[in-house]
């Protein structure tokens, strides 16, 4: 290599999984697995991560936010598009790994199964503003919607997503499980209504692949 040497490019995993899967119990895991390792890594969140971002995702996820199909799935990949522009690219150019709590399977299993966008759009807008851009690894925390439904209540309020019927929450696992089945070799399904510790030493065996691999 010259003395313009070459970063090794970051890599780029995201969590996805419906509300109450347990992504931000096993951010925290993520975070700590990589720290112990030295690695370089930031931590974000879709829809947010930028400005921008956060202030579309206030709008998605507002109870009182009137919004069409399709303007919702443009809303999406606007955010996404200033996210990967300001912060993804960046870090993964300068080496960092970059964990992002939802991606754009999250555009395809909500908008997508759960509302009906035809996938083909979110197809047209995944093509549009990623431009081949892919997770190198998605963690898909998957359980029955039951499962997660009583691990979510509480008190807080729900947001306009967790606030849909059983059947969005259905439509939105079976279009993330078909997902995952067409492309094996991103997606790692983990089985979400496990205990915790199983749970993360999946975790840590995929952590550990990606770590290694060349
Ligand atoms: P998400 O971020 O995917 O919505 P959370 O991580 O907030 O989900 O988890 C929802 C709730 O379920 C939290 O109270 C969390 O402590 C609990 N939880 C997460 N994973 C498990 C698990 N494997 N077993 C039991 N409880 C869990």
């Given at each position: 290599m010259s003395s313009a040497q070459q970063v090794r490019r970051g890599r780029f995993i995201t969590l996805e999984g419906i509300?109450?899967?347990g992504k931000s119990t096993h951010l925290a895991f993520i975070r700590d697995w990589l720290a112990n390792r030295d690695v370089d890594a930031a931590f974000t969140r879709e829809p947010g991560g930028t400005p921008l971002g956060e202030k579309i995702r206030e709008l998605l996820l507002a109870p009182d936010t009137v919004v069409s199909l399709d303007a919702e799935a443009l809303l999406a990949f606007a955010g996404r598009q200033q996210h990967i522009s300001e912060v993804i690219e960046p870090a993964l150019a300068a080496g960092r790994w970059l964990v992002s709590d939802r991606f754009t399977d999250s555009t395809y299993a909500?908008?997508?199964?759960?509302?009906?966008?035809?996938f083909e759009r979110i197809r047209a807008l995944e093509e549009w503003v990623q431009r081949g851009l892919q997770p190198d690894l998605t963690l898909l925390f998957d359980l029955p919607l039951e499962v997660a439904a009583g691990r979510m209540s509480g008190t807080r309020q729900l947001d306009r997503f967790e606030q849909e019927a059983a059947d969005f929450h259905q439509r939105a696992r079976d279009a993330y499980l078909r997902r995952a089945a067409a492309e094996p070799q991103r997606f790692a399904v983990l089985d979400?209504?496990?205990g915790i510790d199983e749970i993360q030493a999946d975790i840590a065996t995929h952590l550990r692949h990606l770590l290694e691999r060349r």
């Open positions: 509300d109450g899967a909500f908008q997508g199964g759960g509302r009906g966008v035809p979400a209504s496990r």
